[in-house]
């Protein structure tokens, strides 16, 4: 069982950047869809990207072109850059390793979440 551990949340101002960083207890296999997904504040949690063992990846409408997902899963970590940040992303930022044992059947791992805030 892997246990998540988010790390990097901080207070910026507009424009700013931060990079998050999410590192697991054991070994992200390629079964694993690694990912980031916050929640505002009175909001539904929501996707903000994920990678594939492959490297491929996917993001939200909201911060494709200012954020950035990378992984090394040589060091069982994965990473978030975000520049460009505004209030809008302010929220609390999680980390999830999705590990697909069949087709069908997975488990998720979820990071205690960590918290962004952008100030005007």
């Known amino acids: 069982q892997l246990q998540m551990e988010e790390s990097g949340g901080d207070s910026v101002q507009a424009g700013g950047s931060l990079k998050l960083t999410c590192t697991g207890s054991g070994k992200m296999t390629d079964s694993c869809r690694l990912g980031w997904y916050r929640q505002p504040p009175g909001s539904q949690r929501e996707m903000v990207s994920t990678?594939?063992?492959?490297?491929?990846?996917a993001y939200g409408n909201s911060v494709k072109g200012r954020f950035t997902i990378s992984q090394d899963r040589g060091k069982n970590t994965f990473y978030l850059q975000m520049n460009n940040l505004q209030p809008d992303d302010t929220a609390v930022y999680y980390c999830l390793a999705r590990c697909y044992i069949a087709k069908a059947t997975h488990y998720d791992y979820w990071g205690q979440g960590t918290q962004v805030t952008v100030s005007s």
């Open positions: 990678i594939e063992s492959d490297g491929t990846t």
